[in-house]
């Protein structure tokens, strides 16, 4: 059964000041929540800075559409699929597994998070990556065979054809790192995929029609220092992306 949402259960969060450039997050009737002025945040998340995070954003559901600034910070989806109360799976688009061991204890971190996740989250049945390559395939600790569902950026055709869906019995939360997308789609601070966003909102299409959908986040904005540095303008590439993913899940009634 697909939700309803409104405009308050779009939510901004802004880390890094790079919403101020991107358009489609202007509208007054979105959620605005100032993250700007945490500390311990940035790649990786000590203590303080989880605390602080899970207090701003603890008034919110995890049902609704969450836009979470660059992929360095890539780790706040935990955060909100913490407030799921129910079996979930995860459905990550991403050119990365994220599933690389800490290097500083139990620290979260963008490249770690979704190891945390399949180590500690009791209600998650499993984890599809799409996207991923095929080095970072290869790289996908064995213990986590059945529960982690890799696919490749090669292999993502046959589901961009729709001869093949995810075959899941439990409902949905997806995430988005835009670096799973090509350089002229997409502007980000991390290596990136092959996929175009026409690709990426069909695949979404059919993921959205055949499963339940509780809560939707999309990350992957190029930062602000980078954006100092290229004589293109990587604030428009994104806007447009993050604008027309929008539009997306608004035809589909999710927002």
Known sequence: M???YTDKSIIIMNFSGV??????????????????????????????????????????????IHFIDSGDY???????????????????????????????????????WVKDIADNNKLLRRI?????????????????KGR???VTEEKLHAYIEGSKTLLTD??????????????????????????TLD??????SLIMKRGEIIGIDICGECPVTLRLFTPDSPSAIDNKANRELLS???QQGLC
């Open 170 to 195: 439990t409902p949905l939360y997806i995430s988005i790192d835009k670096d799973v997308l090509d350089t002229k789609s997409a502007y980000t601070n991390w290596n990136q995929g092959s996929l």
């Open 74 to 112: 890539h780790y706040v989806t935990k955060f909100w699929t913490d407030k799921i109360n129910k079996p979930f799976s995860l459905v990550l688009f991403d050119h990365h597994t994220d599933m690389q061991p800490s290097r500083w204890g139990e620290m979260l971190s963008c490249g770690g």
């Open 19 to 64: 919403y101020k450039e991107e358009p489609f997050a202007s509208n007054p009737r979105f959620t605005h929540l100032d993250c700007s002025h945490l500390q311990g945040t940035d790649c990786y998340c000590d203590a303080e800075g989880a605390k602080s995070i899970q207090n701003i954003i603890a008034p919110y559901p995890a049902e609704g």
């Open 148 to 150: 982690v569902i890799a």
């Open 248 to 250: 997306l899940f608004m």
């Open 2 to 4: 697909k939700q309803t």
């Open 128 to 144: 599809y990556l799409l996207g991923i390559s095929k080095e970072q395939a290869a790289s996908i600790p064995a213990g986590y």
């Open 199 to 204: 690709d990426l909102k069909r695949l979404l």
